[in-house]
């Protein structure tokens, strides 16, 4: 089975500065994609960034990025130049590449502080 | 105009009673999720429907029911609502190929008093 660990229950920066959150996974498969979602105070899931596992370049989009290491199994998330509106649970989540389910961590509560 | 919307948004309701929620997504997508949130925010799936057919179904009690009278739709009926069924409900769909982003709803929050 499956698994995704958050290590991180909660975590604050202060604005500006940079952070990055933990994430490791269990899968004995080697097919397979890994997301990053944001929920704010309002409640919405958004998602952060995705990477496909057999793409080794690590994905980004503006102040987020990732760091992928397949080996180690690990998927962290840095945030860049981190702002006011970046403050929201943090989900890092799983999906096999045969499969529909996404499987979440426990996420990681980011205070971005002023 | 919204992706994928979710009514209600907040549900509160007593023990026994039967609720549904209603889910539409306008993203031509194939595939549709219902999510359940805890109150300890941990996020596990409970159905998955693509093109109206039933294609994950994790151990979920048989009150709840989902229902897809067409693709861009996808509700969930719950009977005999629980203490335990409390938490925040989030509808999701993707297009249903290998490993596409699921985008999600608003979530309902429904209360069982």
């Known amino acids: 089975a499956q698994t995704v660990t958050q290590s991180q229950p909660e975590m604050s920066v202060q604005e500006a500065e940079t952070v990055t959150l933990s994430c490791t996974y269990d899968?004995?498969?080697?097919?397979?994609?890994l997301f990053w979602y944001k929920q704010p105070p309002s409640r919405q899931m958004i998602l952060v960034i995705r990477?496909?596992?057999?793409?080794?370049q690590n994905a980004t989009e503006n102040r987020f990025s990732v760091n992928f290491q397949k080996a180690a199994k690990s998927f962290s998330l840095k945030i860049s130049d981190s702002q006011l509106g970046d403050t929201a649970m943090y989900f890092c989540?799983?999906?096999?590449?045969?499969?529909?389910?996404?499987?979440f961590g426990k996420g990681t509560r980011l205070h971005i502080l002023p | 105009d919204t992706a994928v919307s979710q009514t209600p948004k907040y549900l509160v309701t007593q023990m026994g009673n039967d609720k549904s929620i209603k889910c539409e997504q306008n993203?031509?997508?194939?595939?549709m999720y219902w999510y359940k949130q805890d109150s300890k925010k941990f996020l596990k799936i409970m159905f998955s429907?693509?093109?109206?057919?039933?294609?994950i179904n994790e151990t979920v009690p048989n009150r709840f029911s989902p229902k897809s009278p067409d693709k861009a739709h996808l509700n969930l009926h719950i009977n005999s609502l629980e203490l335990g069924d409390s938490a925040v409900y989030f509808c999701?769909?993707?297009?249903?190929?290998?490993?596409?982003?699921?985008?999600f709803g608003p979530g309902t929050r429904l209360l069982v008093l």
């Open positions: 999701a769909s993707s297009p249903g190929a290998e490993g596409e982003t699921q985008y």
């Open positions: 899968t004995s498969e080697s097919n397979y994609y």
């Open positions: 990477q496909e596992a057999y793409k080794q």
């Open positions: 989540a799983f999906m096999l590449r045969r499969d529909d389910k996404i499987i």
């Open positions: 993203l031509g997508h194939d595939t």
């Open positions: 429907y693509n093109n109206k057919e039933l294609i």
